[in-house]
Each structure stands twice: as C-alpha cells, then as structure tokens.
C-alpha cells in the first residue's frame, strides 16, 4: 500500500516563528488532507489538497503531486497552534486514507 | 450542522468482553469510515461502509465488525477485547466518491 512519511517529527518554535512541514508519499494520490489534531483528540480539517496552492489566514499548503510531496506553512506561530499536524492521502477520491506518523508542533511563548 | 457525532466520548472495558461505538455522519454524507489511532501514531483504517455493505477494509482481525444504518449512521463492534485494542477510534463521514473526509471528536477505549 502507499507510504507516507512526515517530517519533521517533532519541532519546538517560539511564538511569532514560521515553519513548514513536508509530507512525502509513495503513489499517485486522489486525495490530500492535512490535520490538525487537538489534545482532545479531535482531527480539525485543516486543507483538502491534492494539488497545487491553498491559503486560510496564517497557513498556507502545497502540494506537487507529480514530485509526490506537500507543504503546510504556518506563519507568526501562536501557543494555540501546538499539537499534532498529520497528513492523510488516498488513492482515489472517497477512498480509505493513510495517514503519516504526525509532527508535534509545540509552540512556546 | 452537528458535523460528525460518536458516542460515548470515553469508555472502560475489561478484556474479553465486547463493545459497540456509535457514528453519526454528517448532514449530507452517505459514507462512513472507521480508524483506530494509537497512542503516538497516526491513525489506522479498520473499514468504510456505504449503502450498508462494507466496502473496503483495513488489515484487521474479524473481531472488529461493523453495520451502517439507512439513516447512514454506523456501529462498530469489537469483540473478546484485548489489551492491546486500548485506542482512540475515530469516525470519518464523507460522500461516496466525493472528497474531503470530515472527522468526529473519537471514542477513547481502554481495556483493562
């Protein structure tokens, strides 16, 4: 099956910083969404993105689906950005999604 | 819109016996899957049900099965537990061969 593969695992920023996150996966994909999951435990929609550009307020993704990898910037970080960004990608539209081991994003004042 | 509902939020069960978590898809959507999420790793696709038939399944055992409902919300059912099925289980609505997958808050099992 696809492989997907985060990077990097963990980072620690300080309030105000930028930062980007990569995901790399091993097919075509139909589907890409990136997550951000709280300390509750609930997966917030962050992008649907299987190609090209998106932005909502500080953040912003990219995805290159023929060099198989996408980027989620976030810009001016803030302390309620901390916790866990995953990306999930699916073969086909409507499809089962894989989804990468996260980054922990902890964001310090 | 309520977006995506499971019930019950937290649940406590003792090994080998069987539980039944709760999805509510949203407003909309005919399709619900099921992820188990361990602690620190992403989560893992158990199965995806529309139409009320299964219709892709993860690479779990046959202890974990499932039901979807006419009204599309969904059942999963986890029989003689295991310590090791201690984990967040997450329902995802979407439409079939549509899009985006929208997630609710999860069910966080422990089994003891």
């Known amino acids: 099956g696809i492989q997907v593969e985060q990077s990097p695992p963990d980072l620690i920023l300080q309030e105000g910083a930028n930062s980007t996150l990569r995901c790399n996966f091993s097919?075509?994909?139909?589907?890409l969404q990136w997550f951000h999951q709280n300390p509750w435990g609930q997966l917030i929609n962050l992008f649907y993105?299987?190609?090209g550009t998106k932005q909502n307020g500080r953040l912003s993704a990219t995805t290159v689906a023929t060099e198989r990898y996408s980027l989620l910037y976030i810009s001016s970080s803030q302390t309620t950005d901390s916790g866990v960004y995953f990306c999930?990608?699916?073969?086909?539209?409507?499809?089962?999604?894989?989804f990468g081991e996260g980054t922990q994003l902890t964001v310090n004042p | 819109d309520a977006g995506v509902t499971q019930s019950p939020t937290h649940l406590i069960k003792t090994r080998g016996q069987q539980v039944t978590l709760r999805c509510s898809p949203k407003?909309?959507?005919?399709?619900v899957s099921w992820y188990q999420q361990a602690l620190g790793q992403g989560p893992q696709f158990i199965f995806q049900?529309?139409?009320?038939?299964?219709?892709q399944r993860g690479n779990f055992p046959d202890r974990f099965s499932g039901h979807q409902f006419p009204n599309y919300s969904s059942e999963l059912n986890v029989n003689a537990l295991l310590l090791g099925d201690s984990a967040l289980y997450l329902c995802?609505?979407?439409?079939?061969?549509?899009?985006?997958?929208?997630f609710g808050q999860g069910t966080r099992l422990t089994v003891v």
């Open positions: 993105i299987p190609s």
């Open positions: 407003s909309g959507h005919d399709t």
């Open positions: 995802a609505s979407s439409r079939w061969g549509g899009t985006e997958a929208f």
């Open positions: 049900y529309y139409e009320e038939e299964e219709r």
């Open positions: 097919d075509s994909v139909n589907n």
């Open positions: 999930a990608v699916g073969e086909t539209s409507g499809s089962r999604l894989t």
